[in-house]
Nanobody, 127 residues
């Protein structure tokens, strides 16, 4: 059974930092891109960041560029999201996801291309 489990969410003041982690089990995702998405109350789920299957190409939403950093550890089958300079508008449930396209060399923005999703972790940024 494939599972993605996020951790690291919580309550933080504006300007603070959090590090989210996503642990995959049931199969290896070494050959697949991984992404982070978020959904704020009353809003649609949106793309946050993604990392290519090789780990060599990173993608960020404009709203988080320069503040968030995505990384992966293939040996541990994990992907992380370091979030710095957090703002109240970053408040959302954050989801980890695995792309369905093996060795894909294109972009990773589209939610429809992700097959596996975690249950989400809440991030709340107070002002």
């Amino acid at each position: 059974q494939v599972q993605l489990v996020e951790s690291g969410g919580g309550l933080v003041q504006a300007g603070g930092s959090l590090r989210l982690s996503c642990a995959a089990s049931g199969r290896t995702f070494s050959n697949y891109g991984m992404g982070w998405f978020r959904q704020a109350p009353g809003k649609e789920r949106e793309f946050v960041a993604a990392i290519s299957w090789s780990g060599g190409i990173l993608y960020y939403a404009n709203s988080v560029k320069g503040r968030f950093t995505i990384s992966r550890d293939k040996a541990k089958n994990t992907v992380s999201l370091q979030m710095n300079s957090l703002k109240p508008e970053d408040t959302a449930v954050y989801y980890c996801a695995a792309d369905r396209r093996e060795y894909y060399s294109g972009t990773y923005y589209g939610q429809q291309n992700y097959d596996y999703w975690g249950q989400g972790t809440q991030v709340t940024v107070s002002s």
